[in-house]
């Protein structure tokens, strides 16, 4: 049941990335095969892989750096082929760009999947990613029983909230003012993403989580408002493939429909979420799953699960 539900996401990110070019649904499905193969392992091993996973990276840079100085590699050769890498996502953009602006959507789909999948099979996507760690903590935190008993784990979470805002602002500091110079690239990308391994800034959304655990403990006024999230929570795929839709439309592009700064973006964004929690509601008053959940489901239990919450209660008596 776990990989058919894996096969099905793995055919929804193929169409997104054919219809939008958005790239993540694909990372899940691959990352989410290799979780099965550490279900069973103790909290103890996982916390072990968690730190491997996020040094993986800075290693494997340290390490190609050390090939090269055993082989002689020149100097030369080695920051081109480093330069080549960083250039790889920015001349496909490029490349998707003006194919679309071109008006061949045909031409535009397959040079998305060609790229997106192709990229699949370079070294460092072979590497633990964000999404396998996310999966990992996931687990512990289900293990750990953190969202059923959100007051039993309070220092726990206070931690998480603390280390998440320092990782926050010193990876802000960093993409900003430290740009140190190297002779060996190869050398400077291992201190970099050594540096961002630590300081992540992804662990702010961790904060924001840890927060809103705490606050479900608090009465009344938590309890009104995570009613609101309720919906679109049961509605995460729907929602968020509706976001991607979106700025696929407005701003994909070479000459976007709308220009936003960052407050005409941040209104936007507070538009649009205000809009999909009203959507969501209005849906989930009629309909026991979203659009693309339903479809999801229905794949991984290999039958068409009744959605309308008539059809639901009839199917129950």
């Given amino acids: ?42 909290n ?67 040079r998305r999947l060609r790229h997106n999948f192709g990229v699949l099979l370079h070294w ?35 931690a998480i909230i603390v280390y998440g805002a320092i990782a926050g602002i010193v990876s802000t500091l960093i993409s900003n003012l430290w740009h140190p110079q190297f002779a060996s690239r190869r050398l400077g990308m291992s201190c970099r993403t050594l540096v961002f391994a630590v300081f992540d800034e992804r662990f702010q959304g961790l904060a924001y989580a840890a927060a809103l655990l705490l606050w479900t403990t608090r009465p009344a006024a938590s309890k009104r408002f ?20 979106i700025l696929e439309i407005l701003f994909s592009s070479s000459t976007p429909l709308v220009r936003l700064n960052r407050w005409s973006a941040l209104a936007g964004v507070l538009l649009l979420f205000s809009l999909q929690i009203w959507l969501s509601r209005w849906w989930m008053a009629r309909y026991r799953y979203g659009p693309l959940e339903w479809l999801w489901r229905s794949i991984t239990m290999l039958t068409w699960e009744p959605i309308l919450r008539e059809r639901a209660r009839a199917a129950a008596v």
């Fill in 226 to 245: 995570l009613s609101f999230l309720a919906a679109p929570g049961r509605l995460s795929l729907t929602n968020y493939v509706m976001q991607v839709a």
């Fill in 44 to 110: 103890r091993s996982l916390l072990i892989l968690l730190v491997l996973c996020a040094l993986s990276r800075p290693v494997a840079h340290f390490l190609c750096w050390e090939w090269e100085q055993w082989h002689d590699v020149p100097l030369e050769q080695s920051n081109a082929q480093v330069q080549a890498e960083l250039r790889l996502w920015p001349d496909y953009q490029r490349e998707a760009d003006r194919i679309r602006d071109e008006g061949s959507f045909s031409q535009l789909a397959a």
């Fill in 124 to 158: 460092q996507n072979d590497l633990p990613s964000d999404p396998f760690m996310m999966f990992v903590l996931g687990l512990l935190a289900v293990r750990l029983r953190l969202f059923q008993e959100v007051a039993q784990h309070r220092k726990l979470l206070i």
């Fill in 1 to 42: 049941m776990y990989l058919r539900r894996l096969a099905a996401l793995m055919a929804f990110a193929a169409i997104l990335i054919a219809l939008t070019g958005y790239h993540v649904l694909e990372s899940y499905a691959i990352w989410g095969l290799a979780l099965v193969l550490v279900r069973r392992w103790s």
